[in-house]
């Protein structure tokens, strides 16, 4: 086991504790040479109360660096729904709509899937502490892992701009946290000095094992599907950590036979957080970081850590970058709400953009696609109440306002009658 330069090649120890080549490229963690996997063995796997086979993450240890199962830090996390949503595929056109929810994960994100990875390895190399950089959903995740593996925590998010319940989470967790004057990208800057000059374990998704826990958003999303492969994989794009992870589960998986073919991936950014999507329009020609603003939080990021293996992942499976606006992203979420179903602002991008997509006929009506909700509905609730109730602004499309009466059957009567 390795780490690669993506940029350059260059190798370097599995356990080295480096985030960047010498070049600045980002790390790809290689995998030893194996042969074919037979994904029968996950059925009998699925048994399992506890243990590494309970975890929808270590069930698919073939595809995932070892560890000793002492150093196995875990929940378990994974193990998330995969819904069938035909009244909303009927809604956006197409034959057939799957979603699956990560914000089902212990602490209400998918970033517990690469947590459980990247705290296992803190604890093989000895770490003494974690730290992160976080919009919110991987301090509340930091935080509970570190908890769980006895390890000190310190997480950096902006000042004011991560939700309550997020901030909340981290706080409850016990981590220690430093609020940054400026947004995300300068909380990024300041942790990869801070873990490089003081020697702290880094958490954040440029951190290669946590690359790896995330592919099995994707494999357990395969599984569900009894290996069946949609035309498409839709999902919101922020760090661009689980663009990354997609792509290289997707080509691992046909390294070792388990599939065929591969999906498309379709990657959702918010239009005014679309660095990405800018760089895809010009053919990855160019790529320009820029000052992030989106109701999103979990995806206002204006310069993306994962760009490059992002846009590997775009690149061999004909994918697509798409950006959509504010109103079409909370209009989506009203829709994934009131299905019963319910997610956080980012994780509704991935419908807002499949409209999107098929309204201008880049995917089909034939089409059976798979969307990932990154997040769970109760991580902002300030975003769903603004929506719903205006505050001093006007409500949503979809506004469901409560009423307020006085206790009386004769006014209730006409309420319901309305
Ligand atoms: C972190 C996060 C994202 C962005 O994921 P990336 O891998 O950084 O692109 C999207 N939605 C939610 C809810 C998140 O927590
Ligand atoms: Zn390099």
């Known amino acids: 086991m390795e780490l690669v330069c993506v940029s350059c090649q260059q190798r370097y120890d599995a356990d080295s504790l480096r985030t960047r080549c010498d070049c600045g490229g980002l790390l790809d963690l290689i995998l030893p040479e194996s042969g074919a996997v037979d994904v029968s063995v996950y059925n009998t796997r699925l048994r399992a109360w506890r243990g590494p086979d309970s975890s929808g993450v270590w069930r698919y ?12 830090v875990s929940r378990p996390e994974g193990n998330t729904n995969l819904y069938h949503a035909p009244e909303i595929a009927r809604d956006v ?3 057939e709509l799957w979603l699956k929810h990560e914000g089902e994960n212990p602490t209400g994100s998918f970033k517990d899937r690469g947590m459980t990875v990247a705290t296992s390895h803190a604890v093989k190399v000895g770490a003494t ?51 940054i004057r400026g947004d995300f990208d300068a909380a990024m800057r300041l942790v990869q000095d801070a873990s490089r000059e003081l020697g702290i374990y880094l958490l954040n998704s440029i951190n290669p094992y946590r690359i790896e826990g995330q592919k ?42 388990a599939i065929n073919k591969s999906p498309r991936v379709a990657v959702i950014q918010a239009e005014g957080a679309s660095p990405f999507y800018e760089a895809f329009r010009s053919s990855f020609r160019s790529f320009e970081p820029m000052d992030a603003d989106t109701v ?14 992002a846009r590997r992942t775009i690149e061999r ?64 609730a300030e975003a769903v109440m603004t929506y719903h109730l205006g505050n001093g602004t006007s409500p949503g499309r979809f506004a469901n306002q409560p009423v307020v009466i006085d206790p009386e059957m004769s006014q209730l009567r006409e309420v319901l009658q309305r």
């Open 296 to 309: 999103a939080s979990a995806i206002r990021i204006g310069n993306p850590v994962s760009y490059e293996k």
């Open 93 to 95: 056109g197409v034959a």
């Open 317 to 380: 499976t004909d994918g697509v970058v798409e950006a959509v606006t504010d109103t079409e992203i909370m209009d989506a979420k009203a829709l994934i709400d009131r299905s019963g179903i319910g997610c956080e602002p980012a994780s509704a991008a991935t419908l807002a953009g499949l409209r999107k997509l098929v309204r201008t006929g880049v995917i089909s009506p034939a089409a059976r696609v798979a969307g990932i909700l990154t997040g769970h509905v109760m991580k902002d």
């Open 216 to 257: 099995t958003i994707l494999i357990e999303l395969l599984h569900q599907l009894d290996w069946t492969i949609p035309d498409w994989i839709v999902l919101p794009g922020g760090n661009l950590g689980n663009t990354a992870a997609i792509g290289k589960a997707l080509a691992e998986l046909r390294d070792r036979n």
């Open 61 to 72: 240890r073939e595809f995932l660096p070892a560890f000793d199962e002492q150093q196995i």
């Open 129 to 179: 502490m974690v730290a992160c950089a976080s919009t919110g959903n991987t301090s509340a995740s930091v935080a509970s892992y570190a908890a769980f593996a006895g390890l000190p925590a310190v997480v950096f998010v902006p000042d004011g701009k991560i939700s309550a319940a997020k901030l909340g989470q981290t706080v409850a967790y016990g981590a220690r946290i430093i609020q």
